[in-house]
């Protein structure tokens, strides 16, 4: 990490009250040793490992164990657009020091289920026809938004629709085969490190291929 220009991600804002700012990078480190070392990891965890763990203490290298909030605004502010760019920044350099193989690729995935209630089933006929109903108002609501309140932030919200689509899963949780609603994740790997990710609502993974080669 400390071989990676990560300046251009962040944004640079002067503050003149308020507690002293965190360091950017090191909140990325921090962030992406707790992922690596416990999966997904609560914001409230990541907090008790800076003031608990010893490896998060030399991570932080002396600066205050950040909040839970710091590291969710950290998140939602600066990496929501760059942690993608930022991990293709790190496996150039991974890629250049240990002279990877990226004429040869092999592709793996699996399909993991989406964030909706696993319980719950819906008839098509009925969603087709209030779909467009719930977007519109979606969309006016977003646009109010977008105008009497974020425009003062100069912020933005986007108008724009991802669906899961239903697949079998290897894990079936009902035990009754049941198709639930999920996305492909695939993978491709060079030389034992992961080259590239990506994620499409196609249940054949024939359909997910070319776009992962796109991007590769």
Not at 35 to 52: A, P, T, V, W
Request: with cysteine; charged share 30%.
């Amino acid at each position: 990490m400390d071989h990676i220009d990560l300046s251009k991600y962040f944004v640079v804002k002067g503050y003149k009250t308020g507690r002293p700012r965190c360091d950017q990078q090191k909140l990325l480190k921090v962030i992406l040793f707790a992922f690596m070392e416990n999966g997904i990891s609560s914001l409230r965890d990541i907090e008790k490992f800076c003031r608990n763990d010893i490896r998060y203490l030399y991570l932080l290298d002396g600066m205050k164990a950040p909040s839970f909030a710091t590291f969710g605004n950290f998140i939602r502010n600066e990496l929501t657009d760059s942690i993608e760019k930022i991990f293709l920044d790190v496996n150039a350099y991974i890629f250049q020091q240990d002279h990877v193989d990226l004429e040869h690729t092999y592709i793996d995935g699996t399909k993991i289920e989406a964030n909706a209630n696993r319980y719950t089933w819906v008839r098509k006929k009925s969603c087709t026809k209030n779909h467009s109903k719930v977007f519109e108002k979606i969309s006016m609501l977003i646009d109010a938004m977008n105008q009497e309140v974020l425009g003062y932030f100069n912020l933005k919200l986007e108008k724009r629709e991802e669906y899961a689509t239903f697949m079998r899963l290897k894990k079936d949780h009902m035990g009754n085969d049941q198709l639930l609603p999920a996305y492909n994740l695939q993978m491709a790997v060079c030389d034992e490190y992961i080259a590239i990710v990506d994620v499409k609502p196609y249940a054949s993974d024939m359909e997910c291929f070319v776009p992962l080669m796109e991007k590769f």
